[in-house]
């Protein structure tokens, strides 16, 4: 109904989720499946995030460490999937045989672009993932 008529409403607001103009941070976004849960802290600048349909990994994209990064829910794991030049979004789409494609939206760069160094465009890049 929201997308026919262009309709908006406001569900909640709460000072803490608003970030600061000072590093433009914010929350942009939320989804949820069950409880929240902290799964890393000391993330340079998490943007994003997608869990795997099993819930054992969050795919978090940290725009200001130009890093896509896999952490398992239990936060015992960080890894680096991919160096990328500002990523800033992620979603799933197409899941076939037992791979899913994640979709990974990047700026071209933050610090780039704050340094007037952009070599790079903004991209989507996609990543077959097992699942």
């Known amino acids: 109904m929201w997308i026919l008529t262009g309709a908006a409403e406001l569900v909640f607001t709460d000072k803490s989720m ?21 799964v890393a802290n000391g993330l340079l600048g998490p943007d994003d995030f ?3 349909d099993a ?9 200001f460490a130009n890093q896509m990064l896999r952490i398992s829910t239990e936060g015992e794991n960080v890894e680096v999937v991919a160096n990328l030049a500002g990523p800033t979004s ?11 494609n994640l979709y990974v ?12 160094n952009v070599t790079v465009g903004g991209s989507v890049v996609r990543f077959d993932v097992n699942s």
């Open 18 to 38: 608003m970030g600061s103009a000072d590093i433009a941070t914010g929350i942009n976004g939320i989804r949820r499946r069950g409880n929240a849960t902290v």
């Open 50 to 52: 997608e869990l795997d």
């Open 55 to 63: 819930e054992k990994n969050v795919y978090v994209t940290d725009i």
């Open 90 to 100: 992620a979603r799933w789409a197409t899941r076939r045989r037992g791979k899913a």
């Open 105 to 116: 939206s990047t700026s071209g760069g933050f610090l780039q672009y704050a340094q007037g």
